[in-house]
């Protein structure tokens, strides 16, 4: 859903107001470059390259653009879709000159910095052109949004750990067990209320799947919709110190121990953000206290 500033900042866009355009620009870039040169290993120029692809293809594509997640998880999923291409292309130039010389995952090993999200992308991000599994897809999102708004609420952040391991993580119960010292059983257990809940709220729906499972599209679904990530905000609180013990612990795992690749980005900006803050500060306090006694 968008927000009430994401409406105005389209429409402006749409009326091709350049001001509202760098606004745009000015809001977004330094995350999504953080991201990009997180994924592409610190390789500045293609991080440009790929960000400034980024700006055109949503141009391009406005039309395409139907609201149903955030700007920016809509910015970051053409980004990732760009540095897959990216990788692709890399790696089709390289197997034309040395062929049999590079293992197949030489590559792609570079970017599974959040457990596999890439690699699910990869293998089913392209392959979703049936109306049945966009329809599917977006109830999904709407039953996975509210329960984990309801575990959010609650502060139950202990399910919450649990089933964003699982989903957005790709942990197996054991993995999951280990991480968050816990017995495999309890995991099993949460898993299952959760999947049950899950298809309750879907029930009355005839197009999932037969017996079959929906775990692959359920993951695609989270790591589209990136229901557990805290907001921009939430980041910046946690920075600055000023959130509750249990809020606190929660990004922390969700940055550290699930290591999402978007939220740190996010977190790399606005570090760099305070930090350029802080300077500009010892600059003004500077030139204040060098002029003063000029100050007639
Ligand atoms: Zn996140």
Redesign the pocket.
């Known amino acids: 859903m968008l927000t009430k500033a994401e409406q105005i900042l389209l429409e402006g866009i749409k009326a091709g107001d350049a001001e509202i355009w760098q606004q745009l620009l000015d809001r977004y870039q330094g995350r999504l470059y953080s991201y990009a040169l997180r994924m592409l290993n610190g390789r500045s120029a293609d991080a440009e390259d790929v960000v400034q692809d980024v700006f055109i293809s949503f141009l391009k594509n406005l039309s395409s653009f139907e609201g149903r997640s955030s700007l920016e998880s809509w910015l970051f999923l053409i980004l990732r879709r760009r540095i897959i291409d990216m990788f692709r292309r890399k790696k089709a130039d390289i197997s034309c000159l040395v062929n049999d010389l590079i293992s197949e995952d030489s590559d792609s090993g570079e970017l599974l910095t959040n457990g596999g999200l890439i690699e699910k992308m990869t293998a089913s991000g392209y392959a979703r052109n049936s109306e049945c599994k966009e329809r599917l897809s977006a109830m999904l999102a709407d039953a996975l949004s509210e329960l984990t708004d309801r575990l959010k609420s609650g502060r139950n952040f202990r399910d919450l750990k649990v089933i964003e391991l699982i989903f957005y993580a790709g942990q197996g119960n054991k993995q999951v067990a280990e991480i968050l010292a816990l017995d495999a059983n309890s995991v099993a257990v949460i898993r299952h209320r959760f999947i049950e809940k899950l298809k309750g709220m879907l029930s009355d729906n005839s197009e999932l799947p037969e017996g079959g499972s929906i775990d692959g599209l359920l993951s695609e679904t989270w790591v589209e919709g990136?229901f557990t990530?805290?907001k921009r905000s939430t980041i910046g609180s946690w920075l600055l110190g000023t959130l509750d013990e249990d809020w606190s612990a929660y990004v922390d795992f969700?940055l550290n121990t699930v290591g999402?690749a978007?939220?740190r980005a996010n977190l790399d900006d606005l570090e760099s953000t305070i930090k350029q803050k802080q300077q500009e500060n010892v600059l003004r306090q500077k030139i204040f206290e060098s002029s003063i006694g000029f100050l007639t």
């Open positions: 990136r990530c805290p969700h999402c978007i939220c």
